[in-house]
């Protein structure tokens, strides 16, 4: 990949960021803006997966792969996938503790003795994100 390409690249993942931040922040108080701005974003970041996927597979096709270049393909998967463990699993804790936390701020205001049970199910859900984590420590360690 060329310089210029992966300057292009970055370019478009930043501003996949900026611009629909940036609409949200100035864009017009009602509740359609929320849906406008996942569409923008959605529509950046895909745009900018298509422009890498383009820009992935548009080098030189080259038959007889080289052991190293194999290895360090191996290598960059296994550090997406590290990566994918460790994202999606605190999204999915953060998801859960939200739902768990409020529910349980609720049924602790109404009555306090249910402080415990309450801290069991909180607790549960902070524990996906522990356990992406330590997998993705385990990917880590077989690189």
Known sequence: M?????????????????IPFGYYLIGEKNKGRYKR??????????????????????GPNVQAADAAASASTATGMGYIAAALVTGLSCIGGGIAVA?????????????????????IFVGLAEGVCLYGLIISFMILGQL
């Open 37 to 58: 701005a996942i569409g923008v974003n959605v529509f950046f970041f895909f745009g900018a997966f298509v422009l890498a996927s383009i820009m992935m597979f548009a």
């Open 99 to 119: 739902s768990a936390a409020s529910a349980a701020l609720g049924a602790i205001s109404e009555d306090s003795s249910v402080l415990g049970k309450s801290l």
């Open 2 to 18: 060329t310089l210029a390409a992966r300057i292009a690249l970055i370019a478009a993942l930043i501003l996949s960021i900026i």
